[in-house]
């Protein structure tokens, strides 16, 4: 199985919609979470941490379940600028593993 | 601005040339990595370094050395390319213990071709 494991996607959605990723991850140790973007060509950066009450930063919730393993990553009023590939990430020590993500297409 | 910086950007080398890829933070982060990422993969830990004066192996080290050279500076050494180390390098940064809690903050890459 493994590590983290993320819908490749592509996800077409048109600018407005709403669109949820979702993860699961194999590793019970793993004490914190984020959700990276990565845009073509481009470094991945921070979106946000992942907290098991849930988080809410403008248009995206992020969601922990620490029974089931899983992450979730909802966002709302998609816009163009969206579009990027999405990388679920939870951690524990250093050897942090990065997934190939979810790519987003948000269409006009 | 404060951050990871990555030089050089592009490198193109010739199958059995070494080269250093230098990176530095300016952000005081204790941990310090290099990943490599092949076309529609995800990111692959080559070695990291949680400390000054400490490194370790990832999940794909053959090929590859490095050096904490201070706080802020960690250095990736290939001495002998082969075209399969042909990828995108990329040096990151972060607060991390037994509970990495600020995620890490990345260079912006070496687009590296072997030849």
């Known amino acids: 199985r493994k590590e983290v494991e993320q819908d490749p996607g592509p996800f077409n959605v048109p600018e407005g919609a709403t669109v949820a990723f979702n993860c699961t991850y194999s590793?019970?140790?793993?004490?914190?979470f984020f959700w990276y973007r990565q845009d073509c060509r481009k470094e991945p950066k921070l979106l946000m941490s992942?907290?098991?009450s849930g988080n809410e930063d403008g248009r995206f919730t992020a969601q922990l379940n620490r029974a089931s393993q899983y992450i979730s990553l909802l966002i709302r009023d998609s816009k163009l600028s969206d579009s990027a590939t999405y990388l679920c990430?939870?951690?524990?020590?250093?050897?942090?593993?990065f997934g190939a993500g979810t790519r987003l297409f948000v269409k006009a | 601005n404060a951050g990871v910086t990555q030089t050089p950007k592009f490198q193109v080398l010739k199958t059995g040339q070494s080269m250093t890829l230098q990176c530095a933070q300016d952000?005081?982060?204790?941990?310090m990595y290099w990943y490599r990422q092949d076309p529609g993969m995800g990111l692959r830990l080559i070695y990291y370094?949680?400390?000054?004066?400490?490194?370790d192996k990832g999940e794909v080290p053959n090929g590859y050395n490095v050096s904490r050279l201070n706080k802020r500076e960690f250095s990736l050494r290939l001495e002998s390319a082969a075209p399969s180390q042909t990828s995108v390098y990329f040096c990151?940064?972060?607060?991390?213990?037994?509970?990495?809690?600020?995620?890490?903050?990345f260079g912006s890459g070496t687009r590296l071709t072997v030849v």
């Open positions: 990151a940064s972060g607060v991390a213990g037994k509970n990495p809690t600020y995620g890490y903050t």
């Open positions: 590793n019970s140790a793993s004490q914190s």
């Open positions: 992942v907290y098991s």
């Open positions: 990430v939870p951690t524990g020590g250093f050897k942090t593993i």
């Open positions: 952000m005081n982060h204790n941990s």
């Open positions: 370094s949680a400390s000054e004066g400490t490194t």
